[in-house]
T-cell receptor, first 115, second 115 residues
Framework: SQTIHQWPATLVQPVGSPLSLECTVEGTSNPNLYWYRQAAGRGLQLLFYSVGIGQISSEVPQNLSASRPQDRQFILSSKKLLLSDSGFYLC??????????????FGQGTRLTVV | AQSVTQLDSHVSVSEGTPVLLRCNYSSSYSPSLFWYVQHPNKGLQLLLKYTSAATLVKGINGFEAEFKKSETSFHLTKPSAHMSDAAEYFCVVSDYGGSQGNLIFGKGTKLSVKP
């Protein structure tokens, strides 16, 4: 069965420190992978999506970057965190179940507080 | 182009009365549709999904949704609201195409339940 792992669940980081959030999926190959952010009181904002290894599309210019070093691994990074980077970060994947039916799964999310 | 429209940003109901959260979608393909719930400071929980099987889908906690292709709608309903249903609800579309991979979130509907 398909599963998605995202960690850590919560994170408190000082301003100016680096960030690395990791997401891995199991039970599927060549998934589309996504990073979303939800700021306090706001909806989900698409940050990055990837349709394959090394293929990253950025939706919103910002202090963050994403990488996909392996088919089932998606990493969200920052070299220097800003206070405005605080929020709830969600990893997701979508693909075709059985090669036919579109399916989607979501990680549990990471609540990042930059202090 | 793909799109998801949640017609109400905020819905308020009294406990014990019916709930209706509206979602309309646009897709060039045969989509799968999902409803997720997010309680305050929590991750996303899948309520139900439609993936080309029965058009009336029953989910957890007494929720159900009906896929109506002619109306391009996937509205979420519950016969009797409970206080614990107060949360934010997201309608999500997954299909074969689109510029943002193939996973589109609605902006969310915040459900308030009055005693």
């Amino acid at each position: 069965s398909q599963t998605i792992h995202q960690w850590p669940a919560t994170l408190v980081q000082p301003v100016g420190s680096p960030l690395s959030l990791e997401c891995t999926v199991e039970g599927t190959s060549n998934p589309n992978l996504y990073w979303y952010r939800q700021a306090a009181g706001r909806g989900l904002q698409l940050l990055f999506y990837s349709v394959g290894i090394g293929q990253i599309s950025s939706e919103v210019p910002q202090n963050l970057s994403a990488s996909r070093p392996q088919d089932r691994q998606f990493i969200l990074s920052s070299k220097k965190l800003l206070l405005s980077d605080s929020g709830f970060y969600l990893c997701a994947w979508s693909g075709l179940l059985g090669g036919i039916i579109p399916e989607a799964f979501f990680g549990q999310g990471t609540r990042l507080t930059v202090v | 182009a793909q799109s998801v429209t949640q017609l109400d940003s905020h819905v308020s109901v009294s406990e014990g009365t019916p709930v209706l959260l509206r979602c309309n979608y646009s897709s060039s393909y045969s989509p799968s549709l999902f409803w997720y719930v997010q309680h305050p400071n929590k991750g996303l929980q899948l309520l139900l999904k439609y993936t080309s099987a029965a058009t009336l889908v029953k989910g957890i906690n007494g929720f159900e949704a009906e896929f109506k292709k002619s109306e391009t709608s996937f509205h979420l309903t519950k016969p009797s609201a409970h206080m614990s249903d107060a949360a934010e609800y997201f309608c999500v579309v997954s299909d074969y195409g689109g510029s943002q991979g193939n996973l589109i979130f609605g902006k969310g509907t915040k459900l308030s339940v009055k005693p």
